[in-house]
């Protein structure tokens, strides 16, 4: 029956029955609209699509689930596009479906009283900002991609950031969480409950997990009431310990107010002044390790709090914990040494070739290892230099390793900058640290999470990867790795 | 070959095992040790075991639960056996182990200038208070079962307490844990890194899952710096609108100092004074509504605190939100407050029959769920009287149905008493609420969960069981109800 007709490909089957669900400006597979979504922003991974969907809504992107499960076409979510890790750049086989979630860009409520917005997948952070502002309120979360990483990427990926020190992470942020399955059902968890103890707490689940378990569809978020101004500081410091000594102070004078804690060695801020010309130096000599400390007031004056933080740093100055400090005159200064912190990672990759870790260890624990790997990296790669900045409160740094002078970019990375890697990663687990504090696994530190995890977590993760995903189909390849002994 | 042996039970064989790994201490079938272990401590569900094991060790638990593995015996964990929802006592099958977790009562560790502390599964919390305190610090979670609550079953259950508001559930409290699993293997996340993004965090997924999923053996715990004092008031109202009116004023005025807030109604606050002579009205008048606050101070001084707690108070009396308030003058009087508070269940007890409800609808709209949802009860079961007390700004009351005067204690709860419950959680789910806000589900409402929970929440929490205890070993019969429509 039906012999003589010319069947259609499974793919073009697919496709079809996938445009009569979307639409047409839902599904494309253009390739001048689709390319430029198929290469990570840094540029480190490119891959291929079948097409890429655009869905407008939670109930569109199930019955597309649906149709994938259906059709055994892989999914991968994206964002904005800027993750660190390479989570939502397809492989190169082209059979994966690219999914944006881009479309999905309503904030769906605020409620001031509640301290709550209700965000789709697609809201840009940047814009939630704004909303929270016009509303009164402020979002505790940013971080340098806020003007193109989304709230479902954010979500997905457990982001960071630099207030995480006093707000938490995104985990911390998210009250209530929509998520489409493997299957196509909706996980609907958005109505926030402080107490709710009716078994796993599934969205804990969801967080973090790549989109591998379920695609978020939107979330219901935390407001705090609007700041009332910021006191920004930066300090100048002999030694990494000191550093650790005078957070503790800070935190011990300024209790809640203390917000942000960056360390930014010498050669960091060295690198930013030379890769920037209108840079300035926010304080007169050099310092081995600088402090960029930033306390924001919730009460209905600032002045008070700049008082504190002058009566905190001079205090520290006392007791020799600190060399000179600076407290921004005003908002515009305040910018510009924040300006200076968040250009480190584009200065440094200027200089030349690097490898840059994500690291986390015991928050306690940081100075001593910034001060143990550092010269055991350089002892073991002559000619490179490693350089740890960031996030010391949070027992989080990214510890970047610079190639030698000589070194060809492009190829130093492939050959010594990878055993470079293994070597960090290696001191971070002997030290019971994490091998991604905020970045995720993505695809760039499966064969890593792979090497160096507890076996335990890796077999407990790839039961759970294996009952809500069973056919593999959600963001493959990313976060585990299929069990090299399973039999399948 | 050996036809002529007397081949010993297969019970009797896995006992002989567990008492060589366990030694004598260990194991026991005496059942005058173990019968106390096998109802729970408010009589209502008394179940059999083989017998009752209590390792002393991480290690010990592990050999035990693979030998439990290799037999299919099923394991009941127990910590202090003070829950209030049955998880912690088996079926009378009596095919399951009951496992204490009491002897495993270590404080590992404690770090003050970290402030974390490692506990085993069976330290007491009173015991970890005193411990704390010694050490200059505080644990920011408490409740009425304090003397035998253990940090695992608290973990276990994901439980809650009075000072929720401010410090979140045990969950905020837990930085990582040690955990058995259901193939006898060690989960070990006992290291606490603020940041990591290694994947899945199974840490949560453990946390509130009621010891079907593994066993809690360990948990690192957040200490807060020691509080210097305490302002306790008790405040009288009209309208339980007015309290949460009242709590936003104190939360804004008071901010982080705020810790709990406690309402409770004319009904409750007569009935403890009539079961309890001696105690005394903290106001002279009669209120419809009263409210117990109290704020903590972390800095040096509290009576900075008093002040502003009588302004904040003052304040809210003017704007008619409270008829009368007064402020402990001492520990001794605020110890008295909360006594009245913690005295309302035994209270409520004694007047005779009742179900009660351990409830939660989001936070904004538990005034007036207690405005609607309590008339439709009395009015659907006449006689009856709706009395909601507790944790107003966690959106969590008791919500207690007093049976009509004549009615029999025993015959009652079990008659009409169910449909009271059943009535009560359809309009708790109509309310987007949560049917367990704090006690968990056990075996009490694993029916109630299976009939009113999402379905597709359901179908997740199976499937994460089937994949994390593939046997059904680990507390079987509690939290979540085997699917229906599987075809085993």
Redesign the interface.
């Known amino acids: 029956m039906g012999a003589t007709m010319t069947l259609p490909s499974p793919a073009t089957s697919f496709l079809e029955e996938a445009t009569n669900l979307l639409g047409q400006r839902g599904l494309t597979s253009d390739p001048e609209l689709v390319e430029t979504w198929l290469t990570d922003w840094r540029g480190r991974y490119t891959g291929r699509a079948l097409a890429m969907a655009s869905p407008a809504s939670t109930a569109q992107l199930a019955a597309l689930v649906k149709l994938c499960a259906a059709h055994r076409v892989p999914i991968v979510p994206q964002g904005g596009n800027s993750g660190m890790a390479g989570g939502a750049t397809p492989d190169d086989s082209g059979n994966a479906l690219l999914l944006s979630l881009r479309r999905m860009d309503r904030i769906r409520a605020i ?1 001031r ?2 301290g709550q917005v209700v965000c789709e997948a697609g809201v840009i952070l940047q814009h939630l900002h704004e909303a929270a502002d016009e509303a009164g309120m402020r979002f505790a979360l940013t971080l340098g991609g806020k003007g193109s990483a989304t709230i479902g990427g954010l979500v997905s ?2 982001a ?1 950031g630099t207030q ?1 020190l006093r707000h938490g ?1 995104m ?1 911390a942020q998210v009250l209530g969480l929509e998520a489409v ?1 493997a299957n196509g ?5 958005l ?12 969205k ?2 969801l ?4 989109g591998t ?1 379920g695609i978020v569809t939107a979330a219901t978020l935390r407001l705090l009431p609007a700041s009332n101004g910021r006191v920004t500081a930066w300090t100048g410091l002999a030694a990494i310990t000191d550093a650790r000594a005078l957070l ?1 102070r800070v935190e011990r004078d300024l ?2 107010a203390l917000e942000g804690f960056e360390v930014v060695p010498a050669h960091c801020l060295d690198s930013v002044l030379a890769h920037q010309p209108a840079a300035r130096a926010p304080l007169a000599g050099r310092h081995h390790w600088n402090a960029l400390i930033e306390c924001v007031s ?2 209905a004056d600032s002045s008070d709090l700049r008082d504190k933080l002058e009566t905190s740093l001079a205090a520290a100055m006392e007791e020799g914990l600190l060399d000179d400090a600076a407290i921004a005159a005003n908002e515009r200064q305040a910018e510009d040494f924040w300006h200076l912190r968040d250009s480190i990672s584009a200065a440094e990759r200027a200089l030349g070739p690097a490898m840059q870790h994500d690291i ?5 624990k940081m100075p001593e290892f910034i001060l143990a790997a550092s010269p055991l990296i350089e002892a073991a790669f002559p000619g490179t230099q490693a350089v740890a900045f960031g ?1 010391l409160g ?3 740094v990214h510890f970047h390793v610079l190639a030698p002078a000589a070194a060809v970019r492009g190829e130093w990375e492939e050959a010594e900058g990878k055993a470079v890697s293994a070597r960090v990663h290696d001191l971070v687990c002997e030290w ?10 993505g695809q760039m530190k499966v064969d890593e ?1 792979a090497r160096l ?2 076996p ?2 890796l ?3 790839r ?2 990867k ?3 995903d069973p056919d593999g189909l959600l963001n493959p390849g990313k ?2 790795a299929a069990d090299p002994t399973a039999c399948t």
Not at 185 to 189: G, K, L, N, P
Not at 191 to 202: A, E, I, S, V, Y
Not at 207 to 210: A, F, V, Y
Request: proline fraction near 3%.
């Open positions: 409620d009283d509640a990926t457990n960071g995480v992470t985990r399955l059902e909706v996980f609907d968890a109505t926030p409950l402080k107490k709710d103890n009716r078994g796993f707490d599934l804990q689940l967080i973090g997990s790549e378990l503790r209790g809640e919730s009460s986390s260890v015991p928050v306690e996030h949070d027992g989080n019971g640290g994490s091998i991604s504090a905020e970045h995720g696994i999470l995890h507890d335990v977590a077999s407990l993760m039961s759970v294996q009952a809500l976060l585990i």
